[in-house]
């Protein structure tokens, strides 16, 4: 039987979001079977995630969050990594962090780009991590 990883990502930048979830697609290994589920912003990954533990032990989180005029842009992107971290500590999942914390739009563009694709990274990491 393979092995189940939850690819949850955020649609509010959905082109980039997609980019990721093609980059992360394309380079996992065969022997892992992916589910994709999507959340309307990368607050409601936490959530998301959190609800699929048991059914699923690797999980990769997606999204993109763009600072913006205020504080809400570090508040969020702290709040999520330490969440992601908690979980994957206190409920004995693995979850590649592959939210995006970007200063713009151009930035997360970049980093969902066939040569520097992060999605595809974080499959490298779950590759190295459960297959060597």
Excluded: P
Excluded at 23 to 36: Q, R
Excluded at 41 to 58: F, M, Q
Excluded at 103 to 114: F, G, M, P, V, W
């Amino acid at each position: 039987m393979k092995s189940k990883i939850a690819i949850v990502h955020s649609d509010y930048y959905q082109d980039i979001s997609t980019s990721l979830v093609n980059g992360f697609k394309k380079s996992i290994d065969d022997s892992f079977h992916c589910d994709t589920y999507n959340v309307e912003g990368s607050w409601e990954l936490i959530h998301k995630i959190n609800s699929l533990i048991g059914e699923y032990d690797k999980f990769v989180a997606i999204g993109v969050i763009v600072k913006g005029e205020t504080d809400h842009y570090e508040y969020l992107s702290s709040s999520i990594a330490n969440a992601l971290l908690s979980m994957t500590i206190t409920k004995d999942v693995y979850i590649s962090n592959c939210v995006l914390n970007v200063q713009t739009l151009e930035q997360a563009k970049n980093r969902a780009s066939d040569d520097k694709n992060k999605g595809s990274e974080s499959a490298y990491a779950i590759n190295n991590l459960f297959l060597t």
